[in-house]
């Protein structure tokens, strides 16, 4: 309950710090301490020091795997916010109220790494969407951006519905908005699994419009425009934080209905995830700018993040937890010196090999990172998903067009690193480029190895 | 048949046939007026179930507020139906299709579902609905999510702030 009161809190202090002062650095740095107290105020629940307790009636449960969750989370915030804070600055003119909704989408997240009924799921979905809608239409001087906006909201909008007439059927079907993961499942005389068909039907939509809310195929359509349409540096936060909660969401929900939804459910999943990695990484092949590149690659590796649903084991929400980390700290980190470029056309990244060779180690780093070559944290990361699978009994082919398609992404992520290093050119900085910008990339890379030298940095939090 | 029966086959009847001529309708308008004969024919099943307070929710919020902003968008946006985009052909099967799959996947439910068929719905009575039982769920039970949904209202508030702001 700790994250949940803070972060709510610390939105709220955010809009008063808009009064309070004009100076966008000090409202920057302000939100960087809330950061730091929801990280003290999540950790002190962890390790059971101290929480505010609130009798939820069983509404949200709060379990290590959410609340380690939550911690990597906020980290991966403080960590956005201090290398783009200077972009969230010159964003629009709200500086404050931006951050308020940051704080907002954070108390979203921290509700849907706890809850335990259908009912608080939506409300934090709806928490972490609704202030989403709004970043993606800060730019209000660029058509793109408001085009952005409100084709993100009409759709989103519409997978809510789809999400409430799901509710409503496994509400009509068990009359509770409890999960039941716990529930031993009756086995009729035939052997077949005795499960109301409103309840499957009702997991079923369920299921459709969470995958429209991580982005996977075939419901990813409005994922690139929209993350190319927003501002650049709400692109980093919605593709990282946003689309990792939705993830622990989405496994959350059906790590008790596997065995309700039958082996169907398992082919139906294995057809999206290849549909997903698929679309994901051919269409990023073709892409001219990075940014639209990035977003393909975001469903890419949302393809990855289902194999966890897949097998949906312990090794799985450690997988989980794991490729969260990876994935966010190294986009992160690209979206950071992207937008700093001009442009974000791979031109724009032509020589700054040279020009400026700590932040091109550093994002060289994120790139082999999100490619999944070993000694970064992305291999790890990869191996367990795959690991999780095969231990689960999973197919070999699937294994197989899982490792292709991560070949294939090889291919564009380093057409960036070819751009840095191998091409000619000034690249297009548009900013100026501080040292301390340069000195936490480079913190950033070094810490996306040590992920990769010693992943249990972050599994042993699970434990310990 | 009796007349809570009677009402409610009416009812039914009412909700599908508007719902169909919200679709159909060529003139926007006229789809929002249809949609206002819905929303009353479903507070009129809610009065059903004994839920009056949902049904007058449901009328003030729905068919009052919304509806009359719903009426004024359309009315300043001036479409008609030269305006309106055209959808290829194979756009439209595929809806039809994929429209129609669910709706056989919905029905088959329904006759499928043999443990919802002995239940019914408590018609005229039961107490479920009414507005001091609503209150105290509201505050004991749910008191939660009552509670967290003031973050829901808060963040959408910002951001009508905003996007409205120059």
Redesign the interface.
């Known amino acids: 309950m700790n994250a ?1 009161i803070f972060s ?1 809190l610390a ?2 202090v955010m ?1 008063y710090s808009g009064i309070i002062t004009s100076k966008k650095t000090v409202i920057k740095y302000i939100a960087a301490i809330a950061l730091v107290v929801l990280i003290a105020a999540n950790l002190l629940q962890v390790y059971g020091i101290w929480q505010i307790s ?4 069983d ?2 449960s709060f379990e290590k795997f959410g609340l380690v969750f939550n911690t990597l989370a906020f980290t991966a915030t403080l960590i956005y916010v201090l290398l783009s804070g200077k972009e969230i600055e010159n964003a ?3 500086v404050a ?2 951050f ?2 940051i704080f ?1 989408v954070l ?1 979203g997240v921290s ?1 849907l790494s706890s809850f335990n009924g259908l ?2 799921m939506f ?1 934090g979905i ?2 972490l969407t ?2 989403l ?2 970043l993606t ?2 730019d ?1 001087r660029n058509l793109r951006s408001n085009e952005a906006s409100l084709k993100y909201f009409l759709m989103g909008s519409f997978s809510t519905g789809i999400m409430l007439m799901g509710i409503a059927l496994v509400y ?2 068990t009359g509770s908005f409890a999960l039941h993961t716990n529930a031993p499942v009756a086995l009729s005389a035939t052997g077949g699994i005795k499960a ?3 309840e499957v ?1 009702g997991m079923i939509l369920m299921f459709v419009s969470m995958a429209f809310k991580v982005s996977a195929a075939p419901f990813h359509f409005w994922t690139p425009d929209v993350y190319d349409g927003a501002p650049g540096v709400f692109t980093s936060f919605m593709a990282t934080v946003v689309k990792a909660a939705g993830f622990i969401a989405f496994i959350r929900l059906f790590e008790g209905h596997t065995a309700i939804l039958g082996p169907t459910w398992k082919i139906l999943l294995a057809f999206v995830i290849v549909a997903t990695l698929l679309i994901g990484n051919v269409t990023a092949v073709f892409q001219q700018s990075v940014k639209r590149m990035l977003s393909y690659s975001s469903i890419a590796q949302a393809g990855f993040m289902l194999f966890a649903l897949y097998s949906s084991n312990d090794m799985a929400k450690e997988g989980l937890l794991l490729y969260s980390v990876a994935y966010s700290l190294a986009t992160i980190g690209i979206f950071a010196v992207l937008i700093k470029l001009k442009d974000y056309a791979f031109d724009d990244f032509n020589g700054l090999g040279k020009t400026h060779p700590a932040l091109a180690f550093a994002t060289t780093v994120c790139l082999l990172s999100l490619a999944g070559i070993p000694l970064t944290g992305g291999f790890f990361a990869k191996y367990y998903m795959l690991a999780s699978m095969v231990k689960e009994g999973g197919p070999l082919w699937l294994l197989i067009v899982a490792v292709l398609f991560a070949a294939v992404s090889v291919y564009y992520y380093f057409r960036v690193i070819q751009a840095m290093y191998f091409k000619e050119g000034t690249p297009s900085v548009q900013t100026e480029i501080t040292s301390g910008f340069k000195a936490g990339m480079v913190l950033l890379a070094i810490l996306i190895i040590l992920l990769g030298i010693a992943p249990s940095l972050v599994l042993n939090l699970f434990y310990f | 048949m009796s007349t809570i029966q009677i009402l409610f086959f009416f009812l039914t009847a009412l909700a599908l046939f508007s719902a169909i001529m919200v679709l159909v309708s060529k003139n926007p308008v006229h789809s929002v007026l249809w949609l206002i004969v819905v929303f009353f024919a479903i507070s009129g099943h809610y009065v059903l179930l004994n839920a009056q307070f949902l049904a007058i929710v449901n009328l003030i919020v729905y068919a009052g507020a919304i509806m009359v902003l719903f009426l004024f968008v359309i009315m300043l946006m001036n479409l008609n139906s030269e305006a309106e985009p055209r959808k290829h052909i194979w756009m439209k099967m595929a809806g039809v299709i994929s429209g129609g799959c669910f709706l056989m996947v919905l029905v088959s439910l329904v006759r499928q579902a043999t443990d919802m068929q002995q239940r019914t719905a408590l018609m005229g009575s039961g107490n479920v609905g009414l507005i001091k039982n609503l209150g105290k769920a509201l505050f004991s039970d749910y008191v939660v999510p009552f509670e967290i949904s003031s973050v829901l209202f808060l963040s959408a508030m910002v951001g009508a702030i905003v996007i409205g702001k120059k």
């Open positions: 949940i709510a939105g709220v809009m609130v009798d939820t009636r509404m949200l629009g003119v709200n109220e931006y308020a909704l907002f108390c509700i009912l608080m409300l709806e928490i609704i202030p809608y709004i239409a800060s209000k009509g079907a109301s068909f409103l039907a």
